[in-house]
T-cell receptor, first 114, second 113 residues
Framework: AQTVTQSQPEMSVQEAETVTLSCTYDTSESNYYLFWYKQPPSRQMILVIRQEAYKQQNATENRFSVNFQKAAKSFSLKISDSQLGDTAMYFCAFMKPYGQNFVFGPGTRLSVLP | DAGITQSPRYKITETGRQVTLMCHQTWSHSYMFWYRQDLGHGLRLIYYSAAADITDKGEVPDGYVVSRSKTENFPLTLESATRSQTSVYFC????????????FGDGTRLSIL
């Protein structure tokens, strides 16, 4: 069974600075998908970014980028130019192809400080 | 508007009562999911459904019942609520395919006294 670990329960960053959230996972699959979701205080679950394991190029979405290290089974999220609206819980998630079921990590609570 | 809606948003009930959480999606997605969110655990899968009339257990199914008579609806029932089922419940849906992300409802905060 797959497991997802987020070793940082809480983090904080100053506005306009860069922060990196860690995620590691355990799987015997060779192909899979990884996601980062953001959950602001409003409780919505918002897809931030996704990565296909067969792609070597790291995914990027505006200020959000990932560092995907397949051999190390690591999938960290980098947020550049942090904004107050980035304050949220961030969840890393793993999915097998056609498996549809997500396995979520326990989350990292990020606070962006003015 | 297209999307996924959950109701109610908040619910308080007593132990032993039956309670049903509703989930409705307008995308015609094949897959639907129910998760519970508890501090320190992230989201854990309760049940999922690959299509109408097809449901399957997830990680934490005990004490819950689901049905899916129509593609767009996926209600979750707690037949005899217990305090350990106090949680925030999320419904999600995704299209079929190898890499489709899940889209989430806004959640239901359920408190069992």
């Amino acid at each position: 069974a797959q497991t997802v670990t987020q070793s940082q329960p809480e983090m904080s960053v100053q506005e306009a600075e860069t922060v990196t959230l860690s995620c590691t996972y355990d799987t015997s699959e060779s192909n899979y998908y990884l996601f980062w979701y953001k959950q602001p205080p409003s409780r919505q679950m918002i897809l931030v970014i996704r990565q296909e394991a067969y792609k070597q190029q790291n995914a990027t979405e505006n200020r959000f980028s990932v560092n995907f290290q397949k051999a190390a089974k690591s999938f960290s999220l980098k947020i550049s130019d942090s904004q107050l609206g980035d304050t949220a819980m961030y969840f890393c998630a793993f999915m097998k192809p056609y498996g549809q079921n997500f396995v979520f990590g326990p989350g990292t609570r990020l606070s962006v400080l003015p | 508007d297209a999307g996924i809606t959950q109701s109610p948003r908040y619910k308080i009930t007593e132990t032993g009562r039956q309670v049903t959480l509703m989930c409705h999606q307008t995308w015609s997605h094949s897959y639907m999911f129910w998760y519970r969110q508890d501090l320190g655990h992230g989201l854990r899968l309760i049940y999922y459904s690959a299509a109408a009339d097809i449901t399957d257990k997830g990680e934490v199914p005990d004490g819950y019942v689901v049905s899916r008579s129509k593609t767009e609806n996926f209600p979750l029932t707690l037949e005899s609520a217990t305090r350990s089922q106090t949680s925030v419940y999320f419904c999600a849906s995704s299209d079929s395919g190898s890499s489709q992300p899940q889209h989430f409802g806004d959640g239901t905060r359920l408190s069992i006294l």
